[in-house]
């Protein structure tokens, strides 16, 4: 079930002390006596929050969003993935086990996201990436590559983020602009693909006016790929007929082969009498 958010019950939810942290390093509510306050009752701070300006509450409450959205099971089994990547690539086992024991000595899952956002913001992002991926649904399989190594350098991630725009832009007259962004999550490789959408005018709230601007928003396609099983994992909210070009795109410049393998169907015959 969706949890809903609300900035009142995210205060309620969060330490006083975290919340004190949080506030210092942006340099406001300096005067707030976070100790003394209530855990449970946030009143004044939640008054003081509203007469905030808009622009300046608007930017930290997009952070408290995302917090809250990490802040249960798959969001801190995505921080520690993240984490364990980044400590990996120090060869420092103890750091790995000393950062994993910090997050499980915590009370909740509240405290272990605000905790990484505030003090390991170097795995926030690549954790944000994968806890979105584990949330969402029809994925498209393509089994029978070749197990060869995913290329994570700069010119065949850029390769790919061409070939995507050159391909929605001829196909769809979008995707003017695009950018791919790998991480690496145990044995699997994820890309993350944001090419430009179509321009879009959307009513909007802007210090206190109300009318409609364009904006360009961007849209997503996901690969993972499992060097191991020689499989890629496709999620991309689209036409169907698109599918088999991104795939062939991946193959043909991260996965280096000269073109996309056949995927043969299973010609099995099954004896369904009982």
């Given at each position: ?203 909007e709230w802007v ?26 994992d496709l999620n ?39």
């Amino acid at each position: 079930m969706a949890r809903h958010y609300s900035t009142r019950d995210f205060f309620r939810h969060m330490p006083n002390a975290l919340l004190a942290r949080y506030f210092a390093g942006r340099a406001v509510f300096g005067e707030f006596d976070f100790v003394a306050m209530s855990e449970t009752r946030h009143d004044e701070l939640f008054a003081a929050w509203l007469a905030l300006p808009e622009g300046q509450r608007n930017t930290m409450d997009a952070e408290f969003r995302d917090i809250f959205e990490m802040s249960c099971e798959k969001g801190c089994r995505a921080i520690l993935d993240e984490a364990t990547w980044h400590l990996d690539q120090d060869a420092d086992r103890n750091a790995t086990i000393a950062f994993t024991e910090k997050l499980a000595a915590l009370v909740n899952h509240f405290e272990r996201a605000m905790v990484t956002h505030l003090d390991y913001n170097l795995y926030w992002r690549g954790a944000t990436h994968f806890y979105h991926a584990d949330t969402l649904s029809h994925w498209r399989k393509r089994k029978n590559l070749p197990h060869n190594a995913a290329q994570v350098d700069t010119a065949s991630i850029q390769a790919l983020a061409n070939r995507i725009r050159t391909y929605f832009h001829h196909t769809e007259g979008r995707g003017n602009n695009c950018v791919v962004e790998p991480f690496r999550r145990g044995d699997l490789d994820y890309f993350f693909a944001y090419p430009e959408d179509y321009s879009q005018q959307s009513p909007e709230w802007v210090n206190g006016q109300f009318g409609i601007r364009p904006h360009n928003p961007a849209f997503e396609v996901i690969f993972v790929y499992s060097q191991s099983e020689g499989s890629l994992d496709l999620n991309y909210r689209g036409s169907y007929k698109a599918i088999e070009p991104l795939q062939a795109m991946f193959a043909e410049t991260i996965l280096q082969l000269p073109e996309l393998p056949p995927d043969p169907k299973d010609s099995r015959v099954y004896d369904l009498g009982p």
